[in-house]
T-cell receptor, first 115, second 115 residues
Framework: AQSVTQPDIHITVSEGASLELRCNYS??????LFWYVQSPGQGLQLLLK??????LVQGIKGFEAEFKRSQSSFNLRKPSVHWSDAAEYFC?????????????FGGGTRLMVKP | DSGVTQTPKHLITATGQRVTLRCSPR?????VYWYQQSLDQGLQFLIQ???????AKGNILERFSAQQFPDLHSELNLSSLELGDSALYFC??????????????FGPGTRLTVL
């Protein structure tokens, strides 16, 4: 069965600093990978997704992620964090087959931004 | 705004009761998914419906059931409620029933509190 691990439960960065959120997955086939963000009291917003092709994926709000098959990782990065980026971030792997779809989520990383 | 709507936003009820959560997918989307987000279990896939039929099943309790109607909206029914059912319930929708490019878009969630 597929699984996703986000090793960091909490991360605090200063505004303007760079950010990297870690995500490791376990999946037997080519993974379909996603990053979602959940702001306080809000739903999940899709930041970016990887299906195939270029391993560096650009998303919304200046985020990018890099798929590294050899490390089973899909880390999320941003060069300069803004206070509005404070939220919880979820990495997910998608299982697609003829039976349907399901997303398996990691435990989330809560990002705090210091002024 | 993802285009997925969920009602109600908040629901407070007592143990042993039954509640119904409602979801309207984005215009044109045929699949609806239900997820549960709780402090101890994290984000877990419950069930998927595609064009009115059950497509995939996850960790959904027997006390829970769902359906998708001809107008494609979906309802999640939770019965014999227990304290542990308190959680945020998300609905998501996607264009088709599966496939690599079928991205799920999430609604704002319904927060259920069981007292």
């Amino acid at each position: 069965a597929q699984s996703v691990t986000q090793p960091d439960i909490h991360i605090t960065v200063s505004e303007g600093a760079s950010l990297e959120l870690r995500c490791n997955y376990s999946y037997g086939a080519t993974p379909y990978l996603f990053w979602y963000v959940q702001s306080p009291g809000q739903g999940l917003q899709l930041l970016l997704k990887y299906f195939s092709g270029d391993t560096l994926v650009q998303g919304i709000k200046g985020f990018e992620a890099e798929f590294k098959r050899s490390q089973s990782s899909f880390n999320l990065r941003k060069p300069s964090v803004h206070w509005s980026d404070a939220a919880e971030y979820f990495c997910a792997v998608g299982l697609y087959n003829n039976a349907g779809n399901m997303l398996t989520f990691g435990g989330g990383t809560r990002l705090m931004v210091k002024p | 705004d993802s285009g997925v709507t969920q009602t109600p936003k908040h629901l407070i009820t007592a143990t042993g009761q039954r509640v119904t959560l409602r979801c309207s997918p984005r215009s044109g989307d045929l699949s609806v998914y239900w997820y549960q987000q709780s402090l101890d279990q994290g984000l877990q896939f419950l069930i998927q419906y595609y064009n009115g039929e059950e497509r995939a099943k996850g960790n959904i309790l027997e006390r829970f059931s769902a359906q998708q109607f001809p107008d494609l909206h979906s309802e999640l029914n939770l019965s014999s409620l227990e304290l542990g059912d308190s959680a945020l319930y998300f609905c998501a929708s996607s264009v088709s029933g599966g496939g690599a490019t079928d991205t799920q878009y999430f609604g704002p969630g319904t927060r259920l509190t069981v007292l």
